[in-house]
């Protein structure tokens, strides 16, 4: 069993950055590849990105490619998602989730195997 907790949302205007943060409880944090998802009012929940359990690599949706990057502390079993250059699209809520280690990128949110409960990120023009 793995719970995850997502920190670091807030209001911030059009052109900043900010850094979101998931932890994870457990100690098989490093078996797990980690994603991102967003969801914004009225839409569909959205893929932004994946890093592989070791961090060495990462993938991202074309929309936030450029702007958004993933890392990981395996030591602290902590996820951070960088955001830069923000729009107001992309006000929403983030959540991470973890998926076994199986095919690469997983971007379908479906098979992740645990969820956080989310963070809110709104971006004022």
């Known amino acids: 069993q793995v719970q995850l907790v997502e920190s670091g949302g807030g209001l911030v205007q059009a052109g900043d950055s900010l850094r979101l943060s998931c932890t994870a409880s457990g100690r098989t944090f490093s078996i797990y590849d980690m994603g991102w998802f967003r969801q914004a009012p009225g839409k569909e929940r959205e893929f932004v990105g994946v890093i592989r359990w070791s961090g060495g690599s990462a993938y991202y949706a074309d929309s936030v490619k450029g702007r958004f990057t993933i890392s990981r502390d395996n030591t602290k079993n902590t996820v951070y998602l960088q955001m830069s250059s923000l729009k107001p699209e992309d006000t929403a809520v983030y959540y991470c989730?973890?998926?076994?280690?199986?095919?690469?990128?997983?971007?379908?949110?479906?098979?992740?195997?645990?969820w956080g409960h989310g963070t809110q990120v709104t971006v004022s023009s």
């Open positions: 989730a973890a998926h076994r280690i199986g095919a690469w990128p997983e971007m379908r949110g479906g098979l992740y195997d645990y």
